[in-house]
């Protein structure tokens, strides 16, 4: 018996039992995985120049609620800056067109007569001519906000595009010395927290004033019970069919919460990152390269790369259906295409690539049970849907997560922290009322 479990282990878990435990709870944070952090996962290698992140690696704009954690933790951040290229069918130029045209037709989001609709339905109205312009912007929503077009609304796009601008959002930043850092930081100021790793959370039974949680532990059923409860579980494990790897039952059914879950989607994304024995895309494009950030393309499997820093690491993303594509992938075979896909754009010999590889990370967000796809976004129709979600039941079961952010910063780090902070203080408000 505690007086708040907390289901989930990410940050807006462990950001929530910071403050609960702080103002003096007894609090029990119980995650189905051996390690903290949700999508946060960093590997610290031996040797290697830089940390690989294989979840959340940029911190967008300067969210306070990142930047107040950073300070306090005395993390520095390090900005995103070099040149932006587009690979042209492996002619390499760089890339501001792109990104002027993405701009200009994301700016007529927001115009009155665009009431909420499809992304798709949107973008055949206002250019319904075939042209490189419509195919950036698609290409833009697909793998930054890991979307289906047909699906994600252009409400929920404006209030992200919104919300974004309000923190520099065109800035990107890297955490130095790796995101994990944040993890334990708020790990260390959870000071009566009692913690239970490899404790794969199957059932929430929900009475009034009193909360059950059934689940197994080490191969062991075990049961928690408190008066309250934070579920901070990602969308996709919300959204699992019953009875599916890393699915939770609810008794009674969250049936206040079916019309929000119907309205969200978890949108699926893939990443690898390779390290080189050397930087040897510098030699491309006349030596321009150098300052090589990103680097993106019309391939259908990995469309997007960046380079970090000064480092030897590429990272190649897809996000929404190019994802898709991958899903089921081995690391291998999605090495594989990867690589391939990078000889292309780039435009060198495939056996060039493959022999400066000196190793391929990534983990696969999709198929893993506890999560089930990247981050969420918004579908059409479904602008009230992540407040309907947050919504605490009867004063005992409240909400937390990216999803359940409703200002626009949903799909974000951010965003999870600042749920994190909204749960926690409806918990007190409710112990105060």
């Not at 698609?138 to 992200?160: K, N, W």
Request: proline residues 5%; contains cysteine.
């Amino acid at each position: 018996m505690t007086d708040v479990l907390i289901v989930g282990g990410g940050l807006a878990g462990l950001q929530a039992a910071a403050l609960l435990s702080g103002a003096g709870l007894k609090v029990t944070l119980l995650e189905a995985r051996d390690v903290l952090g949700g999508r946060i996962r960093t590997l610290h290698l031996p040797g290697a120049e830089l940390p690989i992140e294989l979840g959340a690696e940029f911190v967008h704009g300067r969210p306070p609620e990142v930047l107040s954690v950073a300070d306090a933790a005395g993390l520095g951040l390090q900005e995103v800056s070099g040149t932006p290229w587009f690979s042209n069918q492996g002619r390499l130029e760089p890339c501001a067109e792109f990104f002027a045209q993405i701009e200009q037709i994301m700016a007529r989001l927001a115009e009155p007569r665009y009431e909420d609709r499809s992304f798709q339905k949107f973008i055949e109205e206002c250019c319904p001519q075939e042209n490189e312009s419509k195919q950036h912007a698609i290409r833009y929503v697909e793998g930054f906000h890991a979307a289906r077009p047909e699906r994600i609304g252009v409400r929920g796009l404006v209030l992200g595009e919104e919300a974004s601008a309000q923190i520099d959002g065109e800035k990107q930043y890297w955490v130095t010395g790796g995101y994990d850092a944040l993890v334990r930081y708020l790990r260390a100021q959870a000071r009566d927290l009692e913690i239970c790793l490899k404790t794969v959370v199957q059932q929430v039974r929900r009475r009034p004033h009193e909360v059950e949680i059934r689940a197994q532990g080490d191969g062991q059923p075990q049961t928690f019970r408190a008066a309250r409860a934070l579920i901070t579980l990602p969308l996709g494990v919300l959204q699992a069919p019953a009875g599916t790897p890393g699915s939770v039952r609810f008794e009674p059914e969250l049936t206040e919460k079916r019309a929000a879950l119907s309205l969200l989607e978890m949108g699926p994304v893939m990443r690898i990152t390779f390290r080189f024995r050397q930087r040897f895309w510098e030699s491309l494009a006349a030596g321009r390269l150098r300052d090589m950030s990103f680097l993106f393309s019309r391939e259908p499997v990995v469309p997007t790369w960046w380079a970090k820093l000064h480092s030897r690491m590429l990272t190649g993303w897809a996000g929404g259906p190019n994802a898709s594509r991958l899903a089921g992938c081995s690391e291998t075979e999605l090495s594989e295409q990867a690589l391939a896909t990078l000889a292309r754009v780039l435009g060198v010999d495939r056996a060039t690539v493959e022999g400066q590889v000196e190793s391929a990370h990534a983990h696969d967000w999709i198929r893993d049970p506890y999560c089930r796809g990247g981050y969420s976004y918004l579908a059409v129709g479904g602008i009230d849907a992540p407040r309907q979600l947050a919504a605490p039941l009867a004063g005992t079961l409240y909400f937390a997560g990216e999803a359940t952010e409703f200002t626009g910063h949903h799909g974000t780090v951010n965003g999870a922290l600042a749920s994190g902070v909204r749960a926690a203080n409806e918990i007190l408000d409710s112990l105060r009322s």
